[in-house]
């Protein structure tokens, strides 16, 4: 299996754009993590899914952040508009079960708003 | 709530020396814990796992040991390598008493480790 795939890999961006960060979870995986890296605040959880259903988004900082999972072998984290603070390292992660179960990171995305 | 704590970092060592980078918790019903690593510019990958009290989880060289009782999952390594260098992150996932768990998973704030020649 190719692991999860993260696209953009890098993405710069002016404040107030929109940005899109896609994921592709591992096959058969029933669970996907959105997670957010920052020197600052470490590694947050922003939501989770399963079965492409969201769980628990008590991790999204504000409106501006949403999450969709319209299949399971697809995902997006959308942040309309864009702020400077919102520049961090993008996390896309998958399991087959929770508990556990290893959860498999993506390379991640590096959001930069200018 | 669910929390890691993990030892202030960044952890500078000479290679071959003996490695110890110290987690405690604090969780509601058994938790599972787990050690992951992140190399420069990757993503987290599993280094380990316990998922009750008293177990050893052990990969690569590293060990830790469930400790329900001082509520801990230390990592040790006999003896590092310069490819050892990385990020690590304790962390757990809480389960409610019965067994159910919940999915995700609650991490700590991460120590750096730089191995030197």
């Known amino acids: 299996d190719a692991g999860v795939i993260q696209s953009p890999r890098h993405e710069v961006t002016e404040m107030g754009q929109e940005v899109t960060l896609r994921c592709k979870p591992i096959s058969g995986h029933d669970y996907l993590f959105w997670y957010r890296q920052t020197m600052m605040r470490g590694l947050e959880l922003l939501i989770y899914f399963n079965n492409n259903v969201p769980i628990d988004d008590s991790g999204m900082p504000e409106d501006r952040f949403s999450a969709k999972m319209p299949n399971a072998s697809f995902s997006t984290l959308k942040i309309q508009p864009s702020e400077p603070r919102d520049s961090a390292v993008y996390f896309c992660?998958?399991?087959?079960?929770?508990?556990?179960?290893?959860?498999?990171f993506g390379p991640g995305t590096r959001l930069t708003v200018l | 709530g669910d929390s890691v704590t993990q030892m202030e970092g960044p952890v500078t060592l000479s290679e071959e020396a003996f490695l110890t980078i110290n987690c405690t918790y604090t969780a509601t019903g058994y938790p599972s814990l787990f050690w992951y690593v992140q190399y420069p510019g990757e993503g987290l990958q599993l280094l380990l796992k316990?998922?009750?009290?008293?177990d050893k989880g052990s990969n690569k060289g590293f060990e830790a040991t469930y400790r329900k009782e001082t509520t801990s999952f230390h990592l040790e390594k006999g003896s590092v390598q310069v490819s050892d260098s990385a990020v690590y992150f304790c962390a757990l996932n809480s389960a409610l008493s019965g067994g159910t768990s919940y999915g995700k998973l609650t991490f700590g704030q991460g120590t750096i480790l730089t191995v030197h020649p």
């Open positions: 992660a998958s399991s087959l079960g929770p508990g556990a179960d290893t959860q498999y």
């Open positions: 316990a998922t009750k009290a008293d």
